[in-house]
């Protein structure tokens, strides 16, 4: 993915049951816009590893400073999120 073609969108995030305000990379893959929570591959070869679709009609394009967009949507969910498995308590492993 060519670095001029990454965008920073600003939203609102859920993790771990907490809503955050974050700034994450953004693509446009067939006119379809994508945060990119995690890239991956080599030094200038590197493609989303995981990425969220955003729904266009709640993105607005903003030009002030390092942000360029503004997304307005649900917060964000990080997909990575459900892989997680909740570690047992003292209480649950006896």
């Not at 067939?30 to 991956?40: C, I, K, R, S, T």
């Not at 390092?66 to 209480?91: F, M, N, Q, S």
Request: net charge negative; aromatic share 4%.
């Amino acid at each position: 993915m060519h670095p001029d073609l990454v965008c920073h969108v600003q939203h609102l995030m859920l993790v771990n049951g907490r809503y955050i305000h974050a700034i994450t990379d953004l693509i446009f893959v067939d006119n379809q816009p994508l945060a990119v929570l995690e890239w991956g591959g080599r030094p200038g070869k590197e493609r989303p590893r995981v990425s969220v679709p955003l729904d266009p009609a709640q993105l607005t394009e903003m030009r002030s400073g390092h942000v360029t967009h503004l997304y307005d949507g649900p917060a964000i969910v990080d997909p990575r999120e459900a892989l997680k498995t909740p570690r047992p308590t003292p209480d649950q492993t006896r």
